[in-house]
């Protein structure tokens, strides 16, 4: 190719023809990069003008730079892991989640006392700092490599009725859904899903690539009376993972009619 003559800055050129030839083929998914001093001949730069150009598509999330090797095409592959959010209650009382047995604990659970945030708050029913038990799991699956953060938020007052439960917060979530029926709970759950870029320290504990966003998902766990009994959150790489749903009808309300 021969030198770029378009106009703009010179670095932005470099990145335009870069990631005209990802996206038409000539650079594949999962491939290398020419090196610098390739790219330099091919458009006549210089070495900065190079750097730059690499910064720029890698803020885009076209390129990923692993150190001691080079810069190489992101992959347009389907996520590693399938990640189906539903709950079980088995016939002996327990609860069951799929990929429940998928997960390791790469550390010790971090159990801690906490006050609710503006948000939290929200999402409990609660005022801004009323107390909590927080336990904080980081999560791997050996398969892949994938990572997850996990947190779950208890508030004082449901922990204090539940017996068990103020005991051992840092309890596992299907353990603590069990605590709380035996404690006369009827639960629900109404979860929700956002994509976000991730905070410095989640890049770093996640071990994502740059210019990656992560999937946060929100579950709260209701009683009968619809009062939101915990908070889970659930933090994984949005390149890592899908999130699967099962989907069913609810029943039309019957219509009553007047005599």
């Not at 650079?27 to 150009?53: I, K």
């Not at 150190?67 to 609860?95: A, C, M, N, W, Y």
């Not at 917060?169 to 979860?191: C, F, K, M, N, R």
């Not at 996640?206 to 209701?222: E, G, K, M, S, W």
Request: charged residues 25%; neutral net charge.
């Amino acid at each position: 190719m021969s030198e770029i003559q378009r106009p703009g800055a010179l670095y932005q050129q470099v990145a335009s023809a870069i990631r005209e030839a990802i996206l038409s083929g000539e650079f594949a998914p999962d491939s290398l990069l020419p090196s610098e001093a390739q790219l330099m001949a091919r458009y006549g730069v210089s070495r900065p003008t190079v750097r730059n150009a690499i910064a720029a598509l890698r803020a885009e999330g076209l390129i990923d730079v692993r150190h001691g090797k080079g810069s190489f095409v992101r992959s347009d592959g389907q996520p590693v892991l399938t990640l189906e959010r539903r709950i079980t209650r088995t016939s002996g009382g327990t609860f069951a989640m799929p990929n429940g047995d998928l997960w390791k604990e790469a550390e010790e659970p971090s159990t801690y006392r906490a006050r609710t945030t503006k948000v939290t708050g929200q999402l409990l029913h609660l005022d801004e700092e009323e107390a909590l038990f927080g336990c904080d799991r980081l999560l791997t699956d050996p398969a892949t490599g994938t990572r997850a953060m996990h947190r779950t938020l208890i508030p004082f007052e449901v922990a204090e009725t539940v017996r068990g439960l103020a005991a051992d917060p840092g309890a596992h979530p299907a353990a603590i859904y069990q605590l709380l029926t035996q404690g006369g709970h009827t639960l629900s759950w109404t979860e929700t899903v956002r994509a976000r870029m991730p905070l410095p320290d989640e890049r770093t504990t996640l071990q994502i690539p740059d210019a990656t966003p992560i999937l946060h998902l929100t579950r709260v766990t209701r009683g009968a009376d619809d009062r939101a009994l915990i908070l889970e959150e659930l933090r994984i790489g949005a390149d890592r993972a899908e999130i699967a749903y099962r989907i069913s009808a609810d029943k039309q309300p019957t219509r009553r009619t007047r005599t």
